[in-house]
């Protein structure tokens, strides 16, 4: 139901409306939104929607295996080339099974439109075939989301949804769309017509803090960048301002997860990622910084540890386009809600007209601090002749994409695995780098790929899995195969659920239930069961050669990496310790085992 | 973010927020009213285990098709700092205004409160009630229905005292507020 006045604002202008059904809206909304290529699954209540996709061209349909995975490839798609993703699923179970999909977006910030069938709107409430209340399953995992009852409300809902879904922090929004609203017939109201003003998030900082905010870091003496998904999520420009900004002040700069790329890994200022798996100098860097920036991070708990002794003496900087998350857990200084673009972009203009010069002697000490927390070494491992070590598959896989001219996107799948991967994999531009990084979702490396490849036909696109969270998505090796994708899954095969064994070893007194990953398949037999590539690497002597090939293939191809099964994941702070009690490989035995 | 007391934590999250100071705020939320909306909001703090005392939601403006919901919240100053947040961010939410916060405010509830009893009981029931100004809406031989309003204070005053008089079932509105003086909000 939309409100008297919009209604009547709408009214004035279907006298330039065109008529058609709830089903070619769909299509002429997504066309004129600017989308080509959509993810989807058909069945009953949406099979209008399918009759008009059939009838056009304009919009591409990719045919997942399940409709989880076409949320994930939404996803994959979206990251990768900063659109909105879209996915179509039909009523009941295609809705549920999106929802791990949606719940992902939310937490990541990933603006997705999703469409799902509906029972006729007569039907609904009567427990008809395949009716779910949608609109409440996914009410909690949504930005937002609507139940469309009268055609003559569906184009501007579409719009709008369009605009809810990537303005101010981006997310999923669903449309939930009835069967008979889809045949029905109404007006159309196109986007210049759309009344959407309706949601305005404040996306402008406030001068006066940005002012400040430069003031601070100025006059640091022991400064450090915490950047995150936001600054991607901010475009490409945000990336390209905070580099300049970050080289200009000469300050260390540390990210996130979802914040990889942000900063080119290359610099001499990044000091790798922070959190509960990130290295050494960036945590105490965090512990004991005298000014923290943080832009589009969120202060995650994966990333703070303990809260009472999260970096205890430091002015807090927090710029976030979403008031709800400053505050939320660390109490700051100095809020300012903006978009993480429009705040980097001012502060290095004022940077650059008031000619602010950083206090150098000071800076120098705190270089030489951080030098002395690099010298630790925190990602060293004990390398083996006989046995391929995880870390040692990621530097040669490293070595070899740096010889790449392609453009090379790496996503994940969850678990050490994707801890490893960006510790040890370089990302120097934004949206090359997807991952699960809030809900930590395992399954979501493969539709991810396949969604970026589709974004980016050119690319290389590359999977790093775990040999358990590849089959939670593994059907959809038979999308890859259909639309001739040809991504490359690296599955550092440790035979376990090696983050959970992880756990129970240092956590759990060394029980380890259920985290053997019993009965596996043969990787690459599946690989060409599916009609793919399948390669496999026992020693480590076989691992360039395996990857070279791997490089070659013009078809999705599985590489088993059969890896050394008992690595665990270092550095690591414990859940609930601080940064400064984050544990190294080193000191891995002396960690106390009864601690629960 | 301060933390009292804190011992070695046995979940690997942490304790809770502990014995931190907790308040009562009464918000007053601009919503649009459309299907939905109520679920959002009560959605939101049963999902994110913030505590409601009580709500109250009404249209209130037909033309613009908006209703104006009352909460009281209760939580520690910062959970009911991110409740505010939380709420602004509902596409359907307009304006949240934290009326304990902003200043002077008007608060205002409605209860029936059903008293049964005769002889002794039933007239001090009834002279009880009219020190309360509450109003008699209903009435047989034996039973009365008074309707009292004022702020929740008083109306669980006025319930505190029916009860040892014959009060058999009571229903109130929760609280609805506004700000005083010429401001529109
Ligand atoms: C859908 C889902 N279920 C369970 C988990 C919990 N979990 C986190 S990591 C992990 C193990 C992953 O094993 P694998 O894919 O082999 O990666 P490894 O840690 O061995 O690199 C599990 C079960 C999760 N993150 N996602
Ligand atoms: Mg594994």
Redesign the pocket.
């Known amino acids: 139901m939309i409100s008297a006045v919009k209604e009547k604002a709408l009214a004035a202008k279907t006298s330039k409306t065109k008529k058609m059904s709830g089903a070619e809206m769909v299509i002429e909304a997504l066309v004129e939104q600017g989308i080509d290529t959509i993810f989807g699954y058909p069945g009953g209540a949406v099979l209008p929607i399918y009759d008009a996709l059939f009838q056009q061209n304009k919009v591409k349909h990719i045919l997942c295996r399940h409709e989880q995975g076409a949320a994930h490839a939404a996803e994959g798609y979206a990251r990768s080339t900063g659109k909105t993703g879209v996915v179509l699923v039909t009523s009941g179970p295609g809705a549920t099974n999106a929802v791990t999909g949606l719940t992902d977006a939310l937490l990541d910030s990933i603006p997705l439109v999703c469409i799902t069938g509906q029972v006729p709107t007569f039907l609904i409430g009567n427990d008809a075939f395949q009716e779910a209340d949608t609109t409440g399953i996914t009410r909690p995992c949504t930005k937002h989301n609507y139940l469309v009852k009268d055609v003559n409300d569906l184009s501007n809902i579409l719009h709008e949804a369009f605009h809810i879904s990537g303005s101010g922090r981006p997310g999923p929004v669903v449309i939930d769309l009835p069967k008979d609203v889809q045949f029905a017939e109404g007006n159309y109201i196109n986007k210049a017509n759309a009344i959407t003003h309706m949601y305005q998030p404040q996306t402008e900082p406030d001068m006066m803090a940005i002012e400040e905010a430069v003031r601070l870091i100025a006059n640091a003496k022991k400064p450090i960048f915490y950047t995150g998904g936001g600054v991607i999520n901010a475009g490409p420009k945000a990336s390209k301002d905070l580099t300049e900004f970050v080289k200009k002040t000469g300050h260390p700069i540390t990210s996130t997860l979802m914040g990889l790329g942000a900063f080119p890994a290359h610099e001499e200022q990044w000091l790798g990622m922070l959190g509960m798996h990130g290295t050494y100098e960036a945590n105490w860097a965090m512990h004991d910084c005298d000014v923290m920036v943080c832009i589009g991070a969120r202060f995650d708990d994966r990333i703070t540890g303990d809260i009472a002794k999260f970096s205890p003496k430091s002015k807090k900087i927090h710029i976030d386009i979403d008031p709800s998350s400053i505050n939320k857990i660390v109490s700051v200084d100095l809020p300012i809600v903006a978009d993480a673009g429009s705040a980097i972009t001012a502060m290095l203009k004022i940077w650059k007209d008031k000619k602010y010069k950083v206090n150098q002697d000071a800076l120098n000490r705190w270089w030489s601090k951080i030098d002395e927390w690099r010298s630790v070494n925190c990602l060293s491992y004990k390398n083996s002749d006989t046995i391929i070590k995880p870390q040692f598959a990621l530097e040669r896989l490293r070595h070899h994409l740096s010889k790449q001219k392609k453009d090379v996107f790496i996503t994940t799948?969850?678990?050490?695995?994707q801890m490893w991967a960006a510790q040890f994999l370089p990302f120097d531009k934004p949206n090359h780098w997807m991952t699960s990084g809030g809900l930590?979702?395992?399954?979501y490396g493969l539709p991810a790929a396949i969604g970026t490849q589709l974004g980016n036909p050119d690319g290389l696109v590359i999977d790093v899995a775990?040999?358990?969270?590849i089959l939670?998505n593994i059907q959809e090796m038979s999308t890859a195969v259909q639309y001739n994708l040809p991504v490359k899954i690296f599955i550092?095969n440790?035979q376990?659920?090696?983050?959970?064994r992880q756990w129970q070893e240092l956590l759990h007194g060394e029980r380890y239930s259920q985290s053997y990953?019993e009965s596996l398949p043969d990787f690459v037999k599946l690989a060409e069961a599916y009609g793919g590539v399948g390669l496999r690497a026992d020693t480590p002597d076989e691992l360039d050669g395996v990857i070279e090939q791997m490089l070659k293939t013009d078809k999705v191809t599985i590489v088993d990496v059969r890896t050394c099964q008992s690595e665990n994941c270092f550095p690591m702070i414990p859940s609930g310790k601080a940064h400064n009690e984050m544990i190294l490989a080193a000191d891995a035995d002396k960690f106390d085992k009864k601690l629960v | 973010m301060v933390v009292k007391g804190k011992k070695q934590s046995i979940s690997v999250y942490g304790d809770g927020p502990g014995d931190r100071a907790i308040e009562r705020h009464t918000l007053s939320v601009l919503v649009d009213n459309e299907p939905g909306v109520l679920a959002r909001v009560i959605g939101l703090f049963s999902g994110r285990g913030y505590n409601i005392e009580s709500l109250t939601v009404a249209e209130t403006n037909k033309e613009l098709n908006q209703s104006r919901m009352t909460i009281i919240a209760v939580g520690t100053p910062a959970v009911i700092d991110q409740i505010r947040h939380q709420l602004e961010r509902l596409v359907p939410v307009h304006r949240v205004n934290d009326l304990t916060e902003e200043g002077d405010h008007v608060e205002r509830e409605l209860a029936l409160v059903k008293v049964v009893g005769t002889d002794e009981k039933r007239i001090e029931a009834l002279r009880s009630a009219n020190i309360f100004r509450a109003r008699v809406v209903d009435s047989t031989q034996e039973s009365f229905v008074f309707e009292v309003t004022g702020s929740a204070d008083k109306v669980n005053a006025f319930i505190d005292l029916m009860i040892p008089l014959g009060m058999v079932n009571v229903s109130r509105t929760g609280s609805a507020a506004i700000s005083r003086g010429p401001d529109k909000m």
């Open positions: 799948e969850v678990g050490q695995h930590g979702t395992m399954g775990g040999e358990a969270s939670m550092l440790n376990w659920m090696g983050m959970v990953t």
